[in-house]
């Protein structure tokens, strides 16, 4: 993946945008459990009462606190407070006497507050308890202090008789109930104060309902206020990563195409057209996933899981092994699982690449397939290839579904193991409910977390293929390139091409193709090239727009070496027609004006009439218009032909390249082409690759190749007196009669 790293800079600021909106939602979701515990243990336990510190206070309740407290803690409690009396605007309905308000001026002290007043609160709630609850006071005051106050008679009121017992047992009893809270959890001795500061609001009236009630909406807005926070990001991150993600693909498409144009047949030879297009499309969609799952996952998964343990540990430090062991079991499955399936993720993309190709095969062939009957043969090789990606696919789908109720049984023994825990934890008082179903969130937010990191990491390798099979395109070495500083041919450019002894060896052959070629194409003159089945005149034409270049010798556009022209130039001089005719899906028109933009109508029905081909576009209501099928499936091979030489004529080049390109033709259509040619683009170079003796004889300069190497060169007359070579192939092609005239 790495060697793609260039093409991702260009998205940098997506990223980073991504980055900064997971951060603010991975934040959001891992409030909402702490909110929810809150609603459990604040708004649900403690009637919406979140502090010891009453916000009302009856004046006999701060007399009570101060004989419990040290003179420097209640000097500070009683400096929070103000006191009001009937007829203040804040003052409780169901309140007689006078009430002590909460009027703190700085807010930072309220947690010291808090702290001073939590076990004088609980002692005070516990004394008032020892009578209408003996088990739930001893449980606060201790056994002790418990029974000491539950002895005395109903009556009476206990604080007053505490206030009045002797120093000694006052300071029995006071201790031994301090002793009993420190014994508990901070956070239960905080729970069992806001009851006592539950009691002291009845006491004055305060509708406890109505508090609880606003505490549950207050919190619930923020959360959902938190979760439409977590819902907008998650949807700026997903377009962020889609954007980011279909931009590179995009790119790469393009950088895979542009990098295939400029391949020689050399390059073509190391990836297939089937590798190519599976490259472009199914490798490229491949990346484009992974990146889009890296930038929502692979960076939101890492501060989900660190963030929920760090608040996991908060809620209950005692229960951090339940989440080490799930998460052990978790890659342990998953870690089997991914080295039992990554070779078949790797042999994934080599099967697609097959099945491409004999789809291609059949599709093009299919004419020949029906001609020799081997639709069952090519049958069974589809279906073979297409069993072997089956297979595979299969068998990793099962991995896969294996994993996902593994991954439940885990989860799901977690949840009840933590439930378990967490009700021991509960009962000896060092839990709270709320804190126990926050815990459970965060355990499966780790869970989840660790799982979308596997799933990533398993579709990775098969990223990782994809990424360096685009990559081996992409970093191919282009055999044919510019020279650093190219020179620029004379206007106007005559088009003379010159060979000085040429040779040529295709890339990792052992043999020359072709030896010793030299020979001159003038302008205004036809040059043949004829010879028998692989002597090499494709190659040698292949040659001069610099499909290949020369191993040995040089070949020359008017005396300057074409390997220092620029590709462009030199190739804006040339019309060439190959040998094996292609037209492109759309219009007769569009295909004319392939070769030059924007050519007009009378252009184009000039180099249709030179190319014989004026004729059956007439007889069409479309004309120029007539819609060409891909490949020109839809008309004839001599059409086809024609409409390629025109396509080539339009240009108006300095040269023409004619590589078998009258095959198709009958005699009297490649007469009447030939003599068009001669006649209204006489000033062009013209060289003509054929094996028609017909063709070639009326030519200005015949080339005869044999085995790569020139056997005779000259005119017609000439060549049947002294080239052998030329004298076999004329006496099979045509009768006495037809040679002599």
């Given amino acids: 993946m790495h060697r793609l790293f260039p093409y991702f800079k260009k998205y940098w600021r997506y990223f980073a945008a991504a980055l900064g909106l997971l951060v603010i939602m991975a934040n959001a979701d891992l409030a909402l459990p702490d909110y929810m515990s809150q609603i459990v243990n604040i708004g649900i336990q403690q009637n919406g009462i979140e502090s010891p510190l009453p916000d009302l206070m009856r004046q006999n309740t701060m007399d009570n606190l101060g004989f419990l407290m040290s003179r420097d803690d209640f ?68 056994g002790e202090a ?50 006592g500061v539950q009691a002291e609001y009845e006491a004055l009236g305060v509708n406890i309902q109505q508090q609880q009630t606003s505490y549950v909406l207050r919190v619930g807005a923020l959360m959902l206020g938190l979760a439409l926070v977590a819902a907008v990001t998650s949807i700026s991150t997903s377009y962020m990563a889609s954007r980011a993600s279909a931009g590179i693909a995009r790119d790469l498409r393009l950088a895979v195409f542009k990098k295939a144009q400029y391949f020689s047949p050399g390059e073509f030879d190391q990836f297939s057209t089937a590798s190519l297009i599976t490259r472009t499309t199914n490798d490229v969609t491949q990346v484009q996933q992974v990146i889009f799952m890296i930038v929502r996952m692979a960076l939101m998964a890492p501060l989900l899981a660190v963030g ?60 020949v397939i029906r001609a020799f009957n081997k639709q069952a043969y090519e049958e069974g090789r589809f279906d073979k290839a297409n069993r072997e990606l089956n297979s595979t696919m299969l068998y990793i789908g ?99 091409v010159e060979f000085r002894d040429v040779d040529f060896r295709y890339p990792d052959a052992e043999e020359d193709v072709l030896h010793d070629i030299s020979f001159k194409a003038e302008p205004g003159k036809m040059t043949a090239v004829i010879g028998s089945t692989g002597s090499g005149k494709s190659t040698l034409m292949n040659l001069i727009p610099r499909f290949f270049d020369v191993t040995k010798g040089e070949i020359l556009l008017d ?134 003796v017909a063709t070639a004889k009326n030519s200005d300069h015949i080339l005869v190749l044999d085995n790569g190497r020139v056997v005779g060169q000259g005119t017609h007359q000439e060549l049947m007196k002294n080239c052998e070579t030329y004298q076999e192939i004329a006496n099979s092609q045509l009768s006495k009669e037809e040679l002599a005239a």
């Fill in 308 to 367: 929920a343990v760090v608040r996991a540990v908060g809620k209950s430090p005692n229960m951090w092994w339940l989440i080490a062991l799930a998460v052990t079991l978790l890659l342990l499955v998953i870690g089997l699982i991914f080295a039992i399936t990554m070779p078949r993720f790797k042999l994934m993309q080599i099967l697609v690449d097959k099945l491409n190709l004999v789809t291609r095969e059949n599709l093009s062939g299919m004419l």
């Fill in 559 to 692: 005396g300057v070496d074409i390997r220092e022209l620029s590709q462009h130039d030199l190739r804006e001089q040339i019309g060439y027609i190959s040998q094996k005719t292609l037209l492109f899906s759309g219009t007769i028109a569009s295909n004319l004006q392939f070769s030059k933009p924007g050519a007009t109508a009378e252009e184009m029905r000039e180099a249709l009439e030179i190319a014989q081909a004026a004729d059956f576009v007439d007889q069409t209501e479309e004309g120029l218009q007539l819609e060409i099928a891909q490949a020109g499936a839809n008309v004839s091979g001599g059409q086809k032909q024609r409409l390629a030489i025109a396509r080539a004529l339009v240009k108006k080049p300095a040269i023409y390249l004619f590589d078998d390109s009258f095959s198709a033709l009958d005699f009297k259509t490649d007469a009447k082409l030939r003599a068009e040619l001669k006649e209204r683009v006489s000033d062009s170079t013209m060289i003509v690759v054929t094996q028609r």
């Fill in 75 to 142: 000097s500070r409690l009683r400096s929070a407070y103000r006191l009001i009396n009937q007829g203040d605007a804040s003052y409780p309905a169901g309140a007689s006497g006078p009430v002590y308000v909460l009027s703190l001026n700085d807010r930072t002290q309220k947690p010291l507050l808090e702290q001073s007043i939590v076990k004088p609160m609980l002692f005070i709630y516990g004394v008032g308890m020892a009578q209408k609850n003996p088990e739930m006071a001893g449980q606060i005051l201790g």
């Fill in 398 to 496: 099962r991995m896969m579904i294996t994993l996902f109720p593994l991954m439940n049984l885990i989860m799901t023994g977690l949840n009840v193991a933590i439930i378990w825990a967490g009700a021991r934890e509960i009962a000896t008082s060092n839990l709270r409910v709320g804190d126990m179903m926050a815990f459970m969130q965060y355990s499966m937010t780790v869970m989840f977390s660790f799982i979308n990191l596997s799933m990533l990491f398993i579709m990775i390798p098969r990223a990782a293929v994809s990424a360096h099979r685009i990559a081996d395109v992409l970093e191919t070495a282009i055999a044919i390139e510019d020279p650093a500083e190219p020179k620029a041919l004379t206007e106007p450019v005559v088009g003379a």
């Fill in 146 to 195: 418990g029974s000491h106050l539950v002895a005395l008679p109903k009556s009476i009121d206990l604080l007053e008789v505490f206030k009045t017992m002797p120093s000694a047992t006052r300071e029995q009893i006071l201790n031994a109930a301090m002793a009993q809270m420190d014994k508990l959890e901070p956070n239960t001795v905080k729970q069992m104060a806001v009851r």
